[in-house]
């Protein structure tokens, strides 16, 4: 395989994640869909089933989700609530939900709740996955236990008795996974790129569409022959706050005349920086890594995530940060004020675009303040 | 209009029931306690969540800050305007759930001339109970912003079967119904609080003196039921729902004292009296209404509003009778367990699609309802979830149900005369036909 051919797979994937299912669902697999990045993929792969990360499309709309949902609810679970009702994940024989932001724990509610108000509501088997990041050791054994009830599901809809070898196996695949993408990060953090940063978020989301045994040889076919570097002096953006899930705010911002360098959220950059310890008791690694490991709305200490935040600045030497929340954002607003002092005190400019809808958002608004931005920038003398 | 000659007596406007004054008395004393040993005195306190094992902290003879109540205070006394400038000022945008972060920017604004009794002093610790996403952010801000005091955390774990009927299981057949897996977690982490507690405060939790504390939750829950047969039974209802409301939620914050359950006693022989003697809030009662959803804390007087031109009165509100249904754990030998059980699905059990319904139905047959008012509040969307559903499932039950939807931040936000117009209207196309 060929670079080119890599991420022209890695594209089609990334704009057609539905499509990708039903072809595998076609050719025998079953699949075990997930939102979020707190599943551990581990778990169904060492059962010999077949992972794929579900995610909104602003696009999708049902007139159900009006009917039931409030409208506070994140505009990406709204969307997932609707494809769920129009039919979209039928061909998952399970969807884990994990527990980590409030509003898909309230998502796994509601769809168990739907089936009594939409007889025809065609919901597939639902797992919560009551993962709590809170940093103890009480939170650590509870983690345990919800790991091996997942296990536990997995194996009963059809799944492998999950064997410590066939774990350390999977544990192993994912670490691949997870070093590829930085190995690969460099072709849109370098100082001469080949790769946009819409193109880094479908890149870094293939690593969970794909399955691993396409995953693997299309990143290394794309870190060892990438495309073309291209030079690039626009600014550097790290962009930071709600998932993008979808490429519209990167592409606005690239448009508008900047370079995302970097994402800061659960599905960018910082979902691959930590790798699964591979010595010890594998169950325990993957609590670990499951718990501390990976970015999350609810995970804390701050500073700790702030640092890992200070970190991906420096690593990918962004040089202003965007931070975009979800227009009922609750959570990551506390953490703003704290997070553009440690901006301030690099002399890293910021701007703060909060309360942004995820449907039917005021894009000329967006791409004006991001604009306008970008300009106060120029106007610094170097 | 009702002959006047032989209507039952209408407990006049200003004229309290004896409990309810009783139960304003010892709130303030409580107070007035709380100044003179931690204000002045320098004693250990503990701030902690609404819905959190404030049982602990009531044996050790620990006082308990709960936040929504400094919130209360504060708003109470027009601070609130104040505090969101503040707010405005250091970054914090205005979506973010403000209410319960009130008490964290009397800290941040450092005025002790300016907050509520003064602000409230450096606490022994802070207890957050990590239910939706944010307690963990403002708690450690808040943490350090006393200048580093320890943040203690309960995390939440999530049921994964809402078995129906839930009231039903919620006293004595608690283990299945919030799943062994999650109590198991639950009585570990509130170890550990005790662990703390203990260590910060140098006194102990004797074990049976939590234990009696248990048994009169229990016991305070059962005279609370007991309240709630009297009151859906008389017709018209003998107290109205504000001072229900002060009574319950008096024995509520202070659950697990002799007080609570000798004011509770009480309480029920005052509503039979008055029972028996005819006297009424409404004496012309025509129509019960429940109060769906957050309390209209600050304009409690909305509740009476509809009384004198129609004779619709609310008689039941989710805080009626939660602390018999909802608090209530039996218990053999494990007090601890009965006290993990107690909190560890509250909040679900009047949010979530199902179970909220299910109970609220279940209350407006026993109070005899025939109609529902559900506040939604804007800029707090976890108290907004669910209630489209909620909604959904009491009309299907036969219950209309008017949906306001409003600020609670700002009471001047608030708009009287278009909610009183819009309760008006539904009453006379929905509820009276
Ligand atoms: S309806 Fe009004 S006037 Fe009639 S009894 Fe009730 S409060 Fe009195
Ligand atoms: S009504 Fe709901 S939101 Fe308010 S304190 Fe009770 S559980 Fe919490």
């Known amino acids: 395989m060929t670079g080119a051919d890599a991420l022209a797979r890695i594209r089609a994937v990334y704009a057609d994640r539905l499509g990708e299912a039903r072809r595998r669902r076609a050719a025998g697999a079953t699949l075990v869909g997930y939102f979020l990045n707190a599943v551990p993929v581990e778990l169904i792969l060492a059962a010999g089933l077949d992972p794929i990360r579900l995610v909104g499309d602003p696009a999708r709309r049902s007139p159900l989700t009006e009917r039931y949902l409030e409208e506070y609810f994140d505009g990406e679970v709204q969307s997932l609530f609707g494809a769920a009702m129009e039919g979209d994940f039928a061909d998952m024989s399970l969807l884990v939900i994990p527990r980590t932001a409030e509003t898909y724990l309230q998502l796994y509610y509601f769809l168990k709740e739907i089936p009594k108000w939409e007889l025809q509501a065609s919901v597939p088997p639902l797992h919560l996955f009551d993962l709590l990041q809170t940093p103890h050791w009480t939170v650590a054994q509870y983690d345990l236990g919800r790991m091996r009830a997942l296990a536990a599901r997995l194996e009963e809809i059809g799944g492998a008795r999950i064997d410590e070898a066939a774990l350390r196996t999977a544990i192993a695949t994912c670490n691949r996974l997870r070093s590829l993408l930085g190995q690969a990060s460099t072709l849109w953090q370098g100082d001469a790129p080949s790769l946009s940063g819409v193109d880094a978020l479908a890149v870094i989301a293939a690593a969970s569409v794909l399955h691993p045994d396409e995953a693997v040889p299309a990143l290394e076919a794309l870190v060892a022959d990438p495309p073309p570097v291209r030079r690039d002096d626009r600014p550097r953006v790290l962009l930071k706050g709600s998932p993008q899930s979808d490429p519209r705010v990167t592409a606005l911002i690239e448009e508008a005349g900047a370079r995302v360098v970097a994402h800061d959220h659960v599905a960018g950059d910082t979902t691959y920086d930590t790798l699964v310890s591979e010595g010890g008791d594998p169950w325990e690694a993957l609590v670990h890594h499951y718990q501390l490991g990976i970015p999350g709305l609810r995970a804390y200490p701050q500073r700790a995530q702030d640092q890992r935040f200070l970190a991906l600045v420096e690593r990918s030497r962004a040089e202003v940060v965007i931070f975009f929340h979800d227009q009922y954002d609750d959570t990551l607003g506390w953490e703003y004020p704290d997070q553009k002092k440690l901006l301030d005190a690099r002399g890293i400019p910021s701007l703060f675009l909060k309360q942004q809808p995820y449907l039917d958002p005021p894009v000329a608004e967006q791409h004006a303040a991001v604009a306008g931005f970008l300009a106060t920038l120029q106007k610094v003398p170097a | ?433």
């Open chain 2, 1 to 433: 209009m009702t002959d006047t000659a032989t209507r039952p007596p209408r407990a006049p406007e200003g004229e309290r029931m004896a409990a309810t004054l009783a139960a304003q008395a010892y709130q303030k004393a409580t107070q007035a306690r709380f100044r003179a040993e931690v204000i002045e005195g320098g004693g250990d306190y503990v701030i902690a969540d609404a819905v959190a094992p404030h049982e602990i902290f009531h044996t050790m003879d620990v006082p308990v800050i709960s936040l929504p109540w400094y919130s209360a205070v504060i708003s109470a006394k027009q601070l609130s305007p104040y505090y969101f400038g503040l707010m405005d000022e250091l970054g914090y945008h205005d979506g973010l759930p403000r209410y319960t972060s009130l008490p964290f920017m009397t800290t941040l604004a450092n005025e002790p001339e300016r907050a509520p009794y003064g602000g409230l002093p450096k606490p022994t610790m802070i207890l957050e109970r990590l239910r939706g996403d944010y307690g963990q952010k403002i708690g450690e801000q808040w943490a350090r912003a006393f200048g580093g005091v320890p943040l203690v955390t309960i995390d939440n774990s999530s049921v994964t079967e809402l078995t129906p009927g839930w009231f039903r299981h919620a006293q004595s057949d608690w283990e299945a119904l919030y799943e062994p897996h999650r109590l198991d977690f639950q009585v570990k982490q509130i170890e550990n609080v005790i662990a703390v507690a203990e260590t910060l405060t140098h006194r102990s939790l004797d074990p049976g003196a939590f234990r009696q504390v248990m048994h009169r939750v229990n016991e305070a829950g059962e005279l609370v039921d007991r309240a709630k047969r009297i009151i859906a039974a008389a017709r018209p209802a003998p107290v109205s729902l504000p001072e229900q409301l002060t009574n319950v939620m008096a024995a509520t914050w202070n659950r697990g004292s002799q007080w609570a359950v000798d004011h509770l006693r009480t309480y029920c022989e005052e509503l039979e009296a008055r029972v028996a003697s005819g006297v009424a809030a409404c004496p012309d009662e025509r129509v019960r209404l429940l109060w769906v959803n957050n309390g209209l804390w600050f304009n409690t007087g909305f509740y009476r509003a509809f009384e004198e031109k129609y004779g619709a009165t609310f008689v039941w509100s989710m805080y009626s009778n939660f602390l018999s249904d909802g608090y209530r754990k039996y218990f053999t030998d494990d007090p601890l367990r009965a006290l993990a059980a107690r909190h560890i699905s509250m909040n679900e059990q009047l949010h979530l699609p199902g179970w909220m319904a299910e109970w609220i139905i279940e209350q407006a047959r026993d109070y005899g309802c025939t109609g529902a008012v559900m506040l939604v509040p804007i800029g707090d969307r976890m108290s907004a979830f669910g209630t489209k559903l909620c909604a959904m499932a009491l009309e299907q039950g036969g219950i209309p149900t008017l949906t306001l939807t409003a600020s609670m931040v700002d009471a001047r936000l608030w708009d009287n005369a278009a909610m009183i117009r819009k309760v008006e209207e539904f009453l006379e196309q929905r509820v009276l036909k």
